[in-house]
């Protein structure tokens, strides 16, 4: 459940413009850019038992195939995000259908304002790694292009770090 003391959570990019940064809070929104060009994704590889690795792509993105509650899912790894972010037609793969989705908080991006609804997946995987209960928001599907694995994912791993052009997570 998200803290009552809650004021700003940033669901933003890597780096690059053509990764969107959203700004997610209940009342005060901030325009940013709203599109996610996701280049070829990468197979993760293991690294060592409970670790994994994923190269950057040709743009410099760390973007691979995730199960999202069980279901394969590309996903660009941002470290700028705090939470999950995924439009809504990725949700409803998931399971989340548009009458259980709260859009309430306010987000804008380039293409204007938008609503975000908060959710819980019950996991997120990759290879053998595997987080229980992460938070994640749905945007509209004009909103975002992509999904966004963001730190609700990272910081419930031991450690994840960036080491040779690749980027590491270790359970």
Do not use: C, W
């Amino acid at each position: 459940m998200i803290a009552r003391n809650l004021l700003l959570v940033v669901v933003g990019a890597v780096a690059m413009s053509q990764v969107p940064k959203l700004l997610i809070t209940p009342s005060e929104p901030v325009a940013q850019p709203a599109t996610m060009e996701l280049a070829k994704a990468v197979a993760p590889a293991p690294v060592s038992p409970g670790s994994y690795s994923i190269p950057a792509n040709e743009a410099g993105h760390y973007v691979t195939s995730f199960r999202l509650n069980g279901r394969t899912i590309e996903g660009l790894v941002d470290t700028g995000a705090t939470f999950v972010a995924m439009n809504e037609k990725t949700a409803r793969q998931l399971g989340f259908t548009g009458n259980g989705l709260d859009f309430r908080y306010a987000v804008n991006t380039a293409n204007g304002p938008a609503q975000a609804a908060h959710v819980v997946l019950d996991r997120v995987e990759i290879g053998s790694l595997r987080v229980s209960s992460v938070e994640a928001f749905v945007l509209k599907d004009e909103a975002l292009d992509g999904t966004l694995i963001g730190m609700s994912f990272l910081r419930k791993l031991k450690s994840f770090s960036v080491e040779d052009g690749k980027m590491v997570l270790r359970q």
